[in-house]
């Protein structure tokens, strides 16, 4: 299959009808669609070439960043998705084609005027170490002019929003951080002068994984709060699949191989290059959006305390299931029941059977109840509301059934991408 990107279609009008047909599947953990938003950056034919007669680093890159969405470059070491990025703020001259920064054209401007548009976050942080932390987190607006009551006040608020408490950290100097620390201060950094676009270049790689993994989630979370245009460039298709409203895939010299939402290029890698980067595992990354409240739950055989050994034993004979779920007296899942449980009389069923662990709500994810499966001796997950009271049963069969659905959604998807891409060419072949 040829390469496929939701914003490769030439039709401007056959892509608004892709979209509105495609609306994405029920239960989605984010149904927001990126591309919704206006264009916040436009890289048009954007290409660098370091020696003449040499390949390009980055070869007529032609991209749309849209506002608020955080856009996750990821690709094999040597790519060019770093590059990519320091082309975004000048700080690598393009060799040709075009930025268009919020619409206007910041190709030949003053490459200091638009890095003051831009935040920049990097691996290793860069804070100065004979500055104190305010005095870091301060820079840019030093810079621009601010005078030091408003500089000190917007330190203390962005310490404060990426959870360092300015009383206590605003004297010390970096080599009194911790790794962690240090990120979030970097991330402060990048947003004093509240700048409408982010830059990331592998923030959180130099970072323990449990520190990395905390980043992440607090960066979300501020995300959320602030609405920033992201580019955030990694080498790790799993720390892309988390962060990313959409993931650019790339080859070498930062030709795209596929742009998408995390969700659609995992149910359906457009190409063999796509489907080994990406790795084993894809399908079941992609549980991670969709939700429990999404599925269809049919009705499982359910007992409680006061429900005689026969009836129990007819119950099961009369269901496809091997199991019976036994609820407490106030409508909570206890343990479950089989044929040899219900064989036992030495005990009343309350006393008997596995207890039952394997719990979700219903806002969990499927990738939490799988992993509520595989902890669970009957091979299920329960789903509870939020007041413990039993609410249904998830079995691998349904986790199949959305795997499937999954993928028929995202196939289609791209059907109908190439089927538009034909009618644009068509169109516009007739009319030259």
Not at 69 to 92: A, D, F, Q
Not at 131 to 141: F, K, R
Not at 239 to 244: D, N, R, S, T
Not at 383 to 408: C, H, K, N, P, S
């Amino acid at each position: 299959m040829s390469e496929m990107t939701t914003d490769s279609m030439g039709a401007t009008d056959a892509t608004d009808a892709i979209d509105a047909m495609d609306a994405g599947p029920a239960g989605m953990v984010s149904d927001r669609d990126p591309t919704d938003a206006p264009v916040m950056i436009h890289l048009d034919g954007v290409e660098k070439i370091y020696t003449p007669g040499a390949d390009p680093a980055v070869e007529k890159l032609t991209l749309d960043i849209h506002k608020g969405e955080i856009l996750v470059l990821v690709g094999p070491s040597g790519c060019g998705k770093s590059t990519t990025l320091r082309l975004i703020n000048r700080m690598i001259e393009p060799t040709s084609g075009r930025i268009i920064f919020d619409g206007e054209d910041v190709t030949d401007i003053d490459p200091n005027e638009l890095r003051r548009r831009i935040g920049y976050v990097i691996q290793r942080i860069g804070l100065f170490p004979h500055q104190t932390i305010a005095e870091n987190v301060g820079t840019v607006p030093r810079l621009l002019g601010w005078d030091a009551k408003r500089t000190r006040t917007r330190t203390d608020e962005l310490l404060d929003l990426v959870g360092l408490d300015p009383s206590e950290y605003r004297d010390r100097y970096p080599k009194e951080l911790s790794g962690g620390q240090a990120q979030r201060v970097g991330v402060a950094r990048a947003l004093a002068a509240d700048p409408p676009v982010m830059l990331m270049d592998e923030p959180f790689g130099a970072v323990d994984p449990i520190t990395r993994d905390r980043l992440q989630n607090e960066f979300l979370r501020l995300q959320a709060e602030v609405q920033k245009t992201i580019v955030f460039v990694t080498h790790d298709i799993d720390e892309a699949v988390k962060m990313g409203d959409r993931i650019a895939i790339l080859r070498e010299r930062s030709i795209v191989a596929q742009l998408d939402t995390p969700a659609r290029i995992l149910a359906y890698p457009v190409d063999d290059f796509v489907d080994d980067f990406i790795g084993s595992g894809s399908t079941l990354k992609g549980l991670h959006f969709e939700r429990v409240s999404g599925l269809d739950i049919p009705e499982y055989p359910v007992v409680r305390r006061d429900t005689s050994r026969e009836d129990a034993r007819r119950l099961l004979e009369a269901s496809d299931n091997r199991w019976l779920l036994l609820l407490d007296e106030r409508g909570r899942p206890a343990r479950w029941l089989n044929d040899t449980h219900l064989a036992d009389t030495s005990r009343p069923l309350h006393e008997i059977g596995p207890v039952v662990r394997a719990l979700v709500e219903r806002n969990a994810t499927l990738h939490d109840a799988l992993e509520a499966m595989i902890t669970s001796s009957a091979g299920q997950a329960v789903i509870v509301e939020r007041d413990g009271t039993y609410a249904g049963v998830v079995q691998i069969e349904l986790l199949t059934e959305v795997i499937g659905r999954m993928r028929q959604e995202a196939r289609k998807h791209y059907e109908r991408l190439e089927a538009a891409q034909e009618s644009g060419a068509s169109s516009s072949g007739s009319g030259a």
